[in-house]
């Protein structure tokens, strides 16, 4: 895909065309001054204007799972985009390292290593596990009908709060009649996900009655992998793309500049640089900085040749911002000015949207380098965000 620097042409913006348009930046672009990003409460704002009747999915209302009452609703907020406010019961199932009285067994999901998802490391949030009136379609929100699976991924705002959360557990099915549990119930969530969200997260009596929205993104291109170890780390590394995603499908201005803060030091971006044959410079992945990342062809020896400049001579940091959405690390030789300084792996990352750093030191003479990452097997170079110099 060639370069293109409006970030609404990410396939996953596209999908999102809002259910019913709300400006939630000033229609009068000159006067407002250009964004960086969309903020949690900007995109809160625009949630909660779709959250109308017209937009509501269930026909039969879920329950409260902390109050009881009958009177939680989920709504469609934007094209595969699922919203509900409810209360936050404290989950903590799942296996976990650290000690756990309340350990109550296994989280229905896993992580991408097949282990049950650690309730004190990993944000998540609980939906019903079948439909409640055994109806298709169901007269209540059932995941299984919208597009939504195990690691779904989730914004969740509490109290002026805003976290990156995955599906992971499931409410108690109908035909289980050993706990007051129903799956008509939402309002769940794992005790990392109310610790980060500022809420008590004692499984016995943390928890609170109302005020947590939580925002379902569907599709294949939602579902966060990771282990219990790195899921947290991924889910909150994509809430400014989700925030930017929806914030853009909901009629605001999308932002000028790049989602993500841009490493410290000095930063080069890839695409000022050059490819050899077949590479291009693309945007299609989220998360990157600048206006894209450098795609080199699918071939050992195809590289990117990135040009930066230092003041002082000396030998230096290379850090690269990259992503690998393989299931194989990426190796790549780093030449400054022609002269090799070594092979860096670059190992996977969890998808194409998700972004890593391998540095290695070589020196750099004063004034313009020529640094170039070339691929040593046959699938190229990861995909390369930019390099920073320290
Ligand atoms: C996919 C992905 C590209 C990536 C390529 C690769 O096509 O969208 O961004 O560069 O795989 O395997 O190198
Ligand atoms: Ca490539």
């Known amino acids: 895909m060639s370069s293109t620097r409006t970030r609404l042409a990410v396939a996953t913006a596209a999908a999102l065309a809002l259910a019913t348009p709300f400006a939630i930046r000033d229609a009068d672009a000159a006067a407002v001054p ?93 939906l019903g596990d079948d439909c409640w009136d055994r109806k298709s379609p169901c007269p209540h929100f059932f995941y299984k009908e919208h597009n939504v699976k195990g690691r779904q991924f989730a914004l969740m705002f509490y109290n002026g709060k805003c976290i990156g959360s995955i599906f992971g557990d499931t409410q108690t099915a109908n035909d289980q009649t050993t706990s007051d549990n129903d799956s008509r119930e939402l309002g769940e969530a794992s005790v990392k996900a109310a610790s980060l969200l500022g809420i008590p997260s004692s499984g016995t009596t943390g928890g609170v009655d109302n005020g947590v929205t939580v925002v379902i993104f569907s599709g294949s291109s939602w579902v966060v992998n990771g282990s219990n170890s790195n899921l947290n780390a991924n889910a909150q590394g994509m809430v400014q793309n989700a925030l930017d995603t929806l914030g853009a499908s909901m009629g605001g201005t999308p932002p000028t500049t790049p989602p993500t803060t841009p490493p410290t030091g000095s930063t080069f971006e890839a695409e000022t640089g050059t490819l050899s044959a077949g590479g291009t410079f693309d945007s299609n992945h989220t998360g990157f900085t600048g206006t894209g990342f450098a795609n080199t062809a699918n071939a050992a020896g195809a590289y990117v040749d990135i040009p930066v400049t230092v003041a002082a001579a000396g030998t230096k940091t290379l850090t690269f911002r990259y992503s690998d959405g393989t299931s194989a690390a990426r190796p790549a030789t780093i030449s400054v000015n022609g002269t090799s300084r070594g092979t860096l792996n670059f190992p996977t990352t969890a998808n194409w949207d998700t972004w890593s750093t391998a540095s290695i030191s070589a020196p750099l003479t004063a004034g313009a380098n020529t640094i170039r990452v070339a691929g040593t097997t046959a699938g190229g170079a990861a995909n390369i965000d930019s390099v920073t110099i320290s």
């Open 34 to 126: 250009a964004a960086t990003s969309y903020t949690p409460a900007e995109v809160l704002a625009g949630v909660q204007a779709n959250m109308t009747t017209a937009n509501k999915v269930n026909s039969k209302p879920h329950i409260n799972t902390m109050t009881r009452a009958q009177n939680v609703n989920v709504y469609q907020v934007a094209t595969g985009v699922y919203a509900y406010t409810s209360s936050m019961a404290i989950d903590t199932d799942g296996s976990d390292p650290d000690p756990d009285p309340d350990h109550q067994g296994e989280t229905t999901f896993q992580d991408s290593n097949g282990k049950a998802l650690a309730a004190h490391h990993v944000p998540f949030y609980v």
